[in-house]
Structures are given as C-alpha cells and as structure tokens.
C-alpha cells in the first residue's frame, strides 16, 4: 500500500529554517505529483506547494512564495519543503500529498500522517 511519511519538523524561533522530507513508498513516484500542505489549530488544511513528477514545475501559495522551496529526489522517492524566513503563522501540521495528477497536481489520493512545525515569536 501507499505510504507518505514526513520528517524534520520542529520547534524554531522567527527567521529560522526547518526542512520537511516526506518518504514514499508503494507507488511509482516520478509518475506522481506531489503536495505539502499545512493545517493550523482550528483551521482547515491549505495547499502550501506542489511539484511536478519530475519536478520541472512548482505551485506555491502567495503566503510562502520567496520562503518555501519544493523539491524532490526521484532516485530516493522522496519530496522536500525548504521553509527560510518562518513566521509564527506558519505554525501548523505539515502534510504531504500523492497525486495521479502527475503534470500540475490538484486532487490529491493519498495523505502522510503530518509533521509539527512551531515558530516562535
């Protein structure tokens, strides 16, 4: 079965760096594209980025583009999120994301179990 398990979160301070992995198995992963996204407490779960299957494209949301980067490494079937310059408001659960969509992902099928990220102020 498919499995999506994120690292690397943590508790850091303003302007601080964290970087998020997410390890897949179970599927073709150049054939997926893939997400992170992020839920606050007492928020729904926002799209934060998404890249491409073979990583040539990226989405960002307005709120972390200059910040965040997404990437991915084929050969380890594993996606990255490198988040500079955080903010308390980036303090929420990170997911990641499988989707068939492989060119410019949307709709997601699969989910990881999330990983903490806190910024203090």
């Known amino acids: 079965q498919v499995q999506l398990v994120e690292s690397g979160g943590g508790l850091v301070q303003a302007g601080g760096s964290l970087r998020l992995s997410c390890a897949a198995s179970g599927l073709a992963f150049s054939s997926y594209g893939m997400g992170w996204f992020r839920q606050a407490p007492g928020r729904e779960r926002v799209f934060v980025a998404s890249?491409?299957?073979?990583?040539?494209?990226?989405y960002y949301a307005d709120s972390v583009k200059g910040r965040f980067t997404i990437s991915r490494d084929n050969a380890k079937n594993t996606v990255y999120l490198q988040m500079n310059s955080l903010k308390p408001e980036d303090t929420a659960v990170y997911s990641c994301a499988a989707s068939i969509e492989r060119f410019y992902p949307r709709n997601f099928d699969y989910w990881g179990q999330g990983t903490q990220v806190t910024v203090s102020s």
């Open positions: 890249i491409s299957g073979s990583g040539g494209s990226t």
